[in-house]
């Protein structure tokens, strides 16, 4: 054994220490990389690869003898690059070898020992063998064999080269061993790579070779026909890792401004539906586990989804921390070079190329890190707003009094956001303690006890946070709450500006919002305080603990030389930005925090159970047929309180059932619970087959009329043409532009009121249902084309199908199979026509009712004879009410604008224009100046006076002191100021886009969807209020610091100017690249974020018939489908951001490397170790303070937009003046009512088509006016005029004398009444929706409610002060119009117009309104525009209006008696179906 080792190793075994014996097993011995039994072990290890590998090719080579191991194909380039690394190392060890052997010949003509030469050889045959089998196809080596191989390859490498690195700083020494063993990993690391990219590889073809094997007849659907998916889905390791796969995009933005088409969909498991499904499945798992905590569920399903890319994630910020921390050890050993301590002669350079090294792991791990919880951020977002959407589908009613349609918004726009920023800021956590963690360690090898101080002043700082972290959340959840509240308030103010407008209530709803907005900016400010402070506390902590430890090094002895104390100034630089970052992480987990628990809130919230409802029907016999039984429903679901009583209701397939009933009586309820809305409390209710529903309200979806029709299914042309000719819309698609492909507007706005019910039956009609539930459709049409409804599309068009109307038209009611009569939230009977008349005197009452409005002396003795004659179809349809749309193909709704290019400071200065916003921020900019300067002079001073005899300890740390609480100081005004700044422009801000938005005209509401609007008041006034401040002074902080830290560099090493200079270049030129596309991805995120809130908001508004026509799935993957759209640019702006941070911190990593290495060649002694130190120090924090501002600007550039997007709005053209001042009218004006008409003509914007031709007419004073004309003949735009919605193209209105023009529009519209069309109630109680603004005493309201028929229905809901939910939804229409009646009744204006007012009533309530309208305004000039012809009949005089123009205008005798009169034609169409049903009253 001794010859053989002898032989092996000669007399150098490595065992001098173990008394001379040739072979020992001393661990101690494997560290030294030149041992003999070091070298042993390699030669073995080398020995098994080579035996290994040359089986594998032996076996391949037999089992494959013709093709062998040798395809000649393109290898990928990282297996290239890993085959040319290998063979590099292989040549480099069998040279090493060879050149050993010829030295061992040359000088001891032996070849023994043969340990060094032996050993090189292995090594370099075994590095070739591996580059030979790399050069092959490594895929056709089996997988197994490759993981193993390349794992033993690693493994070994990874050990020796610790073992070797790790000798090398022990014994200060450097040799060629330690050398090669540490090239050997990084060869090593690349076959490993190699290995998992081909097996990857091998997977992909696997799914592709099977899906060419695929069944030819799979569904086409299940393919994404859009191909253009982001880069990121196929780019290899080193792309991902380095953002090259983003060069094509950043290229193509840098040629052009990018457009939506440019913007590559997102790869597939970052697609809403695949994280929100993932997330469902994992839910559910979670309630199974635990059924305590909705919210933990939720929490930890979300955790679940993500683990791993949290944990990889993880593991690159633990990488960061690592290389980042090994930075002050290295500076230690730079000032012991500089000292002439150094451990071996190139230690000066190992370090300058080691520090290169370790920057640029730090950069890629840290830009990992930031990349991929972004990334999880992003899908977390993604899955709650999924889940948001899907949820307020599912919505209970008695939860939607809680979540209002604002609060839902919230959700989705702001509380989702907050949430989904958390796992960005989620590793900083636990970072930012181990780092601080590692720097205590350091901190003691380098002041030892003094570090005590240290610690003591750094818990303190954290428990001195604890209270304000308290405070801060506090503050926070009554942020968002007041911020709820005003969110409300401004949906619900846009939603209705065109009542308030009529009403001329703006200033007041204004006002009302803009106090609310008063409560969140108080709590604003509170917040914004909180975080200044934490601001002041965590900027100041390094400056407090350094002086703390200077003071404990005094006092215990503990020495400070350059080496010591600039390692600790070093270690506590580097943390000084995560420490800076603690406030924003608290922020951050508070908002996150916060917004979590109202989305688990909202998402906990009670569903509707309609599956207790609907029943699956597979008898068709049972198709159609509905059973109640002595049920009772409640909306509030509490059994205590039912909303229905004792409903009883047997309707079997095929019947035609009509409900009616007075005001309030619960017809629509009914409805409601039919369709599983109402909870069923009691008894039992059986509906079988599919639902069509009509609402009494008209829910219209933005797009064109088709789609509006179809609502989700296939075209089937012949069908479609039968649903328009039996819906009445034929004559209305030739008028418009586009026929059925024209656009709709946002809630149907370019349409009449009849033309949206009409469209809505399309819509059921085209379902094919076999339960039509229709909820008053008719009231809102005129006669002629009810008659024409009831006959071909109710009992024509839904033959054989079970059909339930809600109705206050008698006439209607005798050709039903059954008539159900409702009163006080029961059913009182259900019969046939007949029977009902004779059994019911509740339902002759209103039969009675209904004779005496409809069939007078008057309308009898003029219409007798001409009861058959012709019904007028030959009439054109006119101009619909809003034609607006159509002149050119221009569309209504515009793609929204969006600014274009990089507009350099534009957005900023317009922030900081507000409120004496430069004064805040310039004097808070220098006085952050002051704070970068004194941290500056402190550093100098103890540079220059560390080592300096003539100072003394005290006199060095005093001065340090002082200096370190002057920078306090201006960092405390620096933290004011900004808060100053926050809250004054946000102030600023929001007053100009409520003004701005409430003197908007109608037309922009009209084309502009209210999600754009909504978006603006809620996420991008959030971050306006809450990011943009500390962002801006921090962009502009860091900058400073980054600059600050570069000129100390190179006045200190100013050789380094010769690379800097260029490389700002550089930086410069990166950043307008990256700039040219950041601008367009925010741009494209804000414009897609408006599209989901409109979605949202359309939902919303429209999800009961979503449900009833069970859309749900459908509009759910529209919803996802935008959540990526708007996804998809956000991605790629935080990867742009990552993109540039990297090529920047490169950019870093060469100017530190070259500032060292301009240190190690300057000739000894030029410059002090004080000096190298502090350049240092600021060198390795230049990489945090280079990434910090590049961050902050990126993050800023961001947020502007926001201030862009509200800028954008706080501009828009605005109505005429609300007062002038010059030419106000009298008090009493107007006194005689009489309105002059002359010449008017109107049209919606500039160049578009005349909607009102030249109309000229008188109004006398007290006169009651009638307006007729067919359904969209521009009746409601006339009084639009009036209220000057729309100013004259030509002529003008003159009422009382006065030119209506010539005043301002709140003397104007606080002068004339109306009960407008669409009835509309308020968040708030009774007396506030009659009284808004506090001018009528209660026993006034009072006495109005009474003449308004609702005292009773008032006193029974609590009084003046029961609530009113949104849309006034507790209320029925019916009743709403009643409201509004009472408004009029209030209001007492000479000129009252009434617009469609008593559609939605009963005949018996109209009758007695119209009695009330005549005593009350006997002396008032009254406007009435009315589809029923007996409300007009008594009017004073008529005027029709036909396509815009005057028709005829007489009085209503006269107007009978001419045989080519409009009003002749509508009295003769409605007398026809009025005398079909009297014929069946005296039967």
Known sequence: MEGFWNMICGGDSGCSGTGGEPFCYDFKLMKDPSTCINHLLTIFFDVLLLIMMSLVMIHKCLSEPVRGLLRVERLPKLQLVSAITSGSLGMLHLCIGIWVFEEKLRKTHSVLPLNWWLLEFFQGFTWMLISLTQSFQLKQISRAWLWVFSILVIFVSGIFCALSISYAFSSRELSLKVALDVLSFPGAALLLLCTYKTCKSEDTDREIDESLYAPLNTKFNEVDPVSYVTAFAKAGFFSRMSFWWLNPLMKRGQERTLQDEDMPRLREPERAERCYFFFEDQLNRQKQKDRSSSRSSILWAIV??????????????????????????????????????????????????????????ESLSQRQWYFRSRLVGMKVKSLLTAAIYKKQLRLSNAARLVHSGGEIMSYVTVDSYRVGEFPFWFHQTWTTILQLCIALVILVRAVGLATIASLVVIVLTVLFNAPIAKLQHKFMSKLLRAQDERLKASSEALVNVKVLKFYAWEIHFKNAIESLRNVE????????????????????????????????????????????????????????????????????????NIAFTRIVNFLDAPELQREKVRNMCFDEKLKGTILINSAEFSWEGNASKPTLRNINLNVSPGKKIAICGEVGSGKSTLLAAILGEVPNTKGNIEVYGKFAYVSQTAWIQRGTIQENILFGSALDVQRYQETLHRSSLVKDLELFPHGDLTEIGERGVNLSGGQKQRIQLARALYQNADVYLLDDPFSAVDAHTATNLINEYIFEGLTGKTVLLVTHQVDFLPAFD??????????????????????????????????????????????????????????????????????????????????????????????????????????????????????????????????????????????????????????????????????????????????????????????????????????????????????????????????????????????????????????????????????????????????????????????????????????????????????????????????????????????????????????????????????????FSLNDSLVYSIRSQCILENYIVSVERLNQYMHIPSEAREVTE??????????????????????????????????????????????????????????????????????????????????????????????????????????????????????????????????????????????????????????????????????????????????????????????????????????????????????????????????????????????????????????????????????
Not at 1282 to 1291: C, D, I, T, Y
């Open 521 to 592: 900016l108080k709590w604003l400010s509170s917040v914004l305080l909180q975080k200044g402070y934490n601001v002041i506390i965590f900027w100041s902590a390094p400056m407090f603990v350094s002086a703390a430890t200077f003071v404990a090094c005094y006092f215990l002895k503990v020495p400070l030389h350059a080496n010591n104390l600039f390692t600790f100034v070093a270690t506590l630089r580097l943390v000084q930005y995560p420490i800076a970052t603690i406030p924003d992480v608290i922020g951050v987990v508070i908002q996150a």
């Open 304 to 361: 679940s989804c993500h683990k791993r890319e949290i944990l990889i994630s993880g593991f690159f910020a633990l990488l960061k921390v690592l290389s980042l921390s090994s930075c002050p050890v290295i500076l230690n050993a730079f000032v012991l070079v500089s000292e002439d301590n150094g451990s071996f002669k190139y230690e000066g350079h190992v370090l300058a190329i080691s520090l290169f090294f370790i920057k640029i792991i």
């Open 1222 to 1483: 010059e030419n106000r009218p009298p008090v009493n004006w107007p006194a005689a009512g009489k309105v002059e008409i002359q010449d008017l003509q109107i049209r919606y914007r500039p160049g578009g088509p005349l909607v009102l031709h030249g109309i000229t007419c008188t109004f006398e004073g007290g006169h009651k006016i009638g307006i007729v004309g067919r359904t969209g003949s521009g009746k409601s735009t006339l009084m639009g005029a009036l209220f000057r919605l729309v100013e004259p193209a030509g002529g003008k209105i003159v009422v009382d004398g006065i030119d209506i023009s010539s005043i301002g529009l709140h003397d104007l519209r606080s002068s004339i009444g109306i009960i407008p069309q669409d009835p509309t109630l308020f968040i708030g109680t009774v007396r506030y929706n009659l009284d808004p603004l506090s001018q009528h005493s209660d026993q006034e309201i009072w006495e109005v409610l009474g003449k308004c028929q609702l005292r009773e229905s008032v006193q029974d809901k609590g009084g003046l002060d029961s609530s009113v939910v949104e849309d006034g939804s507790n209320w029925s229409t019916g009743q709403r119009q009643l409201f509004c009646l009472g408004r009029a009744l209030l209001r007492r204006s000479r000129i009252l117009v009434l617009d469609e007012a008593t559609a939605s009533i009963d005949n018996a309530t109209d009758l007695i309104l119209q009695k009330t309208i005549k005593s009350e305004f006997a002396d008032c000039t009254v406007i009435t525009v009315a589809h029923r012809i007996p409300t007009v009949m008594n009017c004073t005089m008529v005027l029709g209006i036909n396509e815009g123009m005057l028709a005829e205008y007489d009085e209503p005798m006269k107007l009978m008696k001419r045989e080519r009169s409009l009003f002749r034609q509508l009295v003769k169409e409605y007398w026809s179906h009025f005398q079909s049903a009297e014929s069946h009253w005296k039967l």
């Open 818 to 1179: 059954s008539v159900l009569l409702m009163s006080d939230g029961k059913s009182l009977q259900a019969a046939p026509y007949h029977n009902l008349l004779t059994s019911s005197q509740e339902f002759q009452d209103l039969v009675n009712a209904h004779k005496e409005t409809a069939g007078s002396d008057r309308l009898v003795d003029v219409t007798s004879s001409q009861r058959h004659s012709n019904s007028g179809r030959e009439i054109i349809q006119s101009f619909k009410q809003e034609q607006f749309k159509a002149l050119n193909g221009d569309e209504l709704i515009k793609q929204e604008e969006r600014e274009r290019g990089y507009k350099g400071l534009k957005p900023y200065l317009q922030y900081l224009n507000q409120s004496r916003g430069y004064i805040y921020f310039s004097v808070g900019t220098l006085s952050f100046l002051m704070f970068v300067i004194c941290q500056i002079i402190q550093n100098s001073w103890m540079a220059a006076n560390v080592d300096n005899p003539h100072v003394g300890t005290l006199q060095l740390i005093l001065v340090y002191l002082l200096i370190g609480l002057g920078s306090v100081i201006f960092l405390t005004i620096r933290s004011f100021l900004v808060v100053a700044l926050g809250v004054q422009s946000s102030k600023s801000l929001f007053s100009q886009l409520m003004n701005s938005l409430f003197r908007a005209p109608m037309f922009f509401y009209d084309s502009t969807p209210l999600g754009r609007i909504l978006s603006r008041v809620s996420a991008d006034l959030s971050i306006l209020d809450l990011d943009i401040p500390f962002n801006l002074t921090f962009a502009v902080g860091s900058s400073m610091c980054c600059y600050a830290d570069l000129l100390v560099l190179t006045a200190i090493t100013w050789q380094v100017l010769f690379i800097s200079i260029p490389m700002v270049y550089v930086v410069i030129r990166l950043q307008r690249h990256y700039y040219a596309c950041a601008k367009e991805f925010m741009r494209m995120d804000g414009t897609t974020k408006s599209s989901v809130a409109n979605h949202v908001a359309e939902t919303v508004a429209g999800s009961m018939t979503i449900r009833a026509f069970a859309g749900q799935d459908r509009f759910i993957r529209k919803n996802l489908d935008l959540i990526d759209a708007n996804a998809s640019p956000f991605f790629h702006s935080f990867s742009s951001n990552e993109w540039l941070i990297q090529q920047l911190e490169t950019v870093y990593a060469i100017v530190l490397a070259a500032t060292t290495l301009c240190m190690v060649m300057l000739p000894t002694g030029t410059l002090t170790s004080g000096f190298i130190g502090m350049a240092l120090s600021y060198g």
